[in-house]
């Protein structure tokens, strides 16, 4: 009679439930400690990821200062009485080039020709498009008569440099 009670539908049934209480408890005891592994590592990555907005906010920062401290010497160094009048002979330089090039009447052409020019020195001063004449030195361009277009032969050269001269006299 007493084996009868361990054997008996009521206790098997009470087994496999402890089974099932074992395997349930095991899966709940490995997701508890995964869930608490994921929230370290979301700890951590957030952690990492502060430091590093932090670090790229204060690069930001100081591009950004030392931007404003170039941007102001270089107007510093542009408002030399040399440099100004190396821009303007590099405004007059560009204006010729082009009015060589395009136009067949003097005057207006002359002025619009010597305003893009202003503005184009204008915006290289101010960082929004790349510096020609620096590529000109560096590639060696810019500065040879043979490549204009000529309209009577040797005499435009003669007046490029009486133009390029023109400012100074």
């Known amino acids: 009679m007493k084996q009868d009670i361990f054997l008996s539908q009521f206790a098997l049934g009470f087994y496999l439930g402890c089974v099932f209480l074992l395997i349930a408890t095991y899966n709940y005891l490995r997701l508890k400690s995964e869930l608490s592994r994921f929230r370290r590592h979301l700890s951590d990555r957030l952690e990492i990821e502060a430091e590093t907005m932090k670090k790229m906010k204060g690069d930001v920062e100081t591009l950004r200062k030392e931007n404003e401290t170039l941007r102001v010497k270089v107007n510093a160094l542009n408002e030399q009485p040399d440099r100004k009048i190396q821009r303007d002979l590099e405004v007059f330089a560009r204006a010729e080039k082009r009015m060589l090039l395009t136009v067949p009447g003097f005057a207006p052409a002359w002025e619009t020709a010597k305003s ?12 929004t498009s790349a510096p020609k004449r620096i590529f000109a030195r560096l590639f060696g361009g810019g500065g040879n008569p043979a490549a204009l277009p000529g309209r009577d032969g040797g005499g435009q050269v003669a007046e ?9 006299h």
């Open 116 to 127: 893009e020019a202003h503005h184009e020195l204008a915006g290289e001063e101010a960082g």
């Open 160 to 168: 490029a440099e009486s133009a390029k001269g023109g400012p100074e």
